[in-house]
């Protein structure tokens, strides 16, 4: 698609953000539980959530790099690759609902670390001399 | 067109909350309170993924649209317009997957 080096910094360092909260969030939980304030099942609640937010970015960005790949044209089977993204997300998501036994807290808490790697993303651009 | 929907859609859901109070409220606690409760559940968690589809794909379909619109009048920003596009896109879809897990809690509970 013909991207320039600080767009790919850019992205790269959205993405490196979101590991980041994840890892927050993850050692945020583990310090709860560490200190008794929150039962063990919620850090492999979080875990999974966090890597299911994590994989659905890094699918979307995936597809949607793709499909904008052309030069001014959307190329073929983007549609279908997302809409195929979402239904996986979506039986993911129940069978870690269903039959996963996870905390749920922990669970959305996981599926959160996006906002907050957008959240840390943002702050650190305004933090920047040329913002 | 677009206000007449959304008042439509407003008096839908009224009527779907003021008739799923008086569904909690009517029968005899004893025989009929269990499964009053479950229809209720029903209602919440069915209501509830509908109304988060329904604002997703909206927000979906507006990001996407004024994303390919700022494309398509200016191709050299297409690195700038794509990765709050992607951003939005993700944000979105985070929202709709919580109620997706809040629906499937309430459907568990049936």
Redesign the interface.
């Known amino acids: ?1 013909g ?2 080096a600080p ?1 790919r910094l ?2 790269r360092a ?1 993405t490196n953000r979101i590991f980041l909260s994840a890892g927050l969030i993850l050692a945020g939980a583990g310090v709860a539980v560490a200190a008794g304030a929150a039962s063990v099942s919620l850090l492999p609640g979080a875990v999974c959530g966090a890597a ?2 994590c994989g ?2 890094f699918l ?2 995936k597809i ?1 790099e793709r499909a ?1 790949s052309g030069g ?1 044209t ?1 190329t073929k089977g983007f549609v279908v690759q997302y809409v195929l993204k ?1 239904l996986g ?2 039986g993911v ?2 069978l870690v ?2 039959y996963g036994g996870f905390d ?1 807290l922990g ?2 808490l996981g ?2 670390s ?2 907050l790697g ?1 959240l840390l993303e943002a702050v650190s651009r305004s933090f920047e001399p040329n913002a | 067109m677009f206000r007449r929907f959304t008042f439509s859609f407003l008096v839908a859901l009224l009527f779907v909350a003021v008739a799923s109070v008086a569904l909690a409220a009517e029968g005899t606690p004893a025989a009929g309170g269990d499964s009053n409760v479950k229809a209720v559940i029903a209602l919440a968690a069915g209501f509830g993924i509908a109304i988060a589809a329904f604002g997703g794909a909206m927000g979906q379909g507006k990001a996407i649209a004024a994303g ?1 619109e700022g ?1 398509a009048r200016n ?1 050299s920003a ?3 317009i ?2 709050p ?3 939005g ?3 979105i ?2 929202l709709v ?2 109620a ?2 809040i629906a ?2 309430l459907v ?1 509970k049936l």
């Open positions: 698609m991207r320039d767009d850019s992205l959205l299911i937010a659905n970015f979307i960005r949607l904008f001014g959307v979402f997300l979506i998501v129940y609902v269903r749920l669970f959305l599926l959160s996006l906002f957008v | 390919l494309i191709p297409q690195n700038k794509f990765i596009m992607i951003v896109l993700a944000l879809e985070s997957i919580y997706l897990v499937f809690v568990g």
